[in-house]
């Protein structure tokens, strides 16, 4: 196991600065902490209280009686120093740092104060300029963000604090299930490859997220990156693409956004997966995160749409995937229910009639049929049929198959009942979306996946031979 182990599974957190006022960051944190479930120890540290939140207080991290493998620090940056001095006395083994004043704001000198001071207790640091980190499996959530995580497979690393807070309330609210959130900030110590290099072996993660603005060292983001790739994917939102968005970049947390080119590259030969934006990168994630992938690239489309059909192709041709007819055999069982007008080439619509039944039976018959090997199922909302019953077809049909054996991704377009439809189907964990673009572009990020799998082991092999 890689060396940040006891950051995410640790037998004792501490809290200094937790606060006695709610509302306060080292309060929350402390409430999040708590209310999670974590189930180690948890010591406050302010040598103002007795107690807090019905927990023991401690006036300071030496006068804690056991251990701490981590601590949380949330008091201002002038004695952010000195309390490190004295976690590394204690033998606290990471330190999250959650105050900013350092070196986003040109504060260099306190920053490498701290990373001196840590690297000779042989302590390493999370942040500083950051909201914390969640890991499920350990029921951590020591972040002053929304509390009810979902637990799940999808690790969420990110260099923004606002916008990771505001994306773990979206998670939440789009019900997909997280296995670590961690805020990077500054990265004076931690940086993704270390994060990677934790979360590749980490059986709780499917898929790794980062939102990154600039990468410390380049050359080990690659190698690492690229290893991971073999076990599962990596998915990169990379702000700071344009000039003018490197520039912010630069005054947000001090990174260097760095040559757009050169990244673009580097994430080419790592394997990596680029999402242009944030909705991309969760629509991607959702996916890995609950589908096999596929054997082959047998990919079939259902709709009662033609509309969606043709523009789940074009999205899919874009992404260089073309469509092949239906394997005869299924084209055979579908043709039995469906109306003699509906189309059984690929997308097979099943027209404007298609009912709850017709998708039972054509998913069922797709899901079951050994020459296709992927599934994109479009559903435009008619008044002949209900979203959720359709919905409920879908879920009904996979289960009746024998689960989620091979990739399938849903999209159900209309209004509120889709909405609702949607909510079922991401309930049941099959991937589903407001649109046939996002649905299709979540199934080429599959196919991608594997392409940029491929290559990178051919690479490595090579390598290996030189
Ligand atoms: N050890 C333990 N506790 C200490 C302490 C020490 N050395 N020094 C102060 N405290 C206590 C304080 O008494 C206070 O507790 P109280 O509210 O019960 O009195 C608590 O720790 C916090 O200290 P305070 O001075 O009130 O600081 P603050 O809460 O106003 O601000 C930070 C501290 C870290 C939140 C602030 O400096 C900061 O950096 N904010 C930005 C954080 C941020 O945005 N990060 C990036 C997010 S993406």
Redesign the pocket.
Known sequence: MSELRDLFNPRSIAV??????PG????EVLRNLIEYGYEGAIYP?????NE?LGVKCY???LAIPGEVDVAI?????K?VP??LE?AGKKGVKHVVI????FKEIGNVELENKIVEIAKRYGMRIL??????YVYTPAKINAT?GPRDVIPGGIAFITQ???L??ALMGMTILKGMGISAIV?V?NKADIEDADLLEFFEKDDNTKVVLIYMEGVVNGRRFVKVAAKTTLRKPVIVIKSGRTEAGAKAAASHTGALAGNVAIYMTAFQQSGVLVAKTVEEAFDWAKAFSWLPLPKGDRLVVITNGGGAGVQTTDTLAENGILLNPPPESLANEIRKFVPPFASLANPIDMTGMATEDMYYKAVRAAMENPEVDSIIILYCHTVITDPVGVASAIIRASKDAGGVTKPVVVSIIGGREAADAIKMLTQNKIPAYPTPERAASAMAAIYKYIKLREQVKLRLQQLEKL
């Open positions: 200094v600065g937790a606060s006695r006022t306060k960051i080292g309060y540290v302010n040598p103002k209280a807090i006036p300071s991290l620090i949330s008091i201002p940056a004695f000195e309390v004295e959650i105050t900013s004043g942040g500083p300029n950051i909201f914390g002053f923004s604090g606002a990771g807070i805020s900030g």
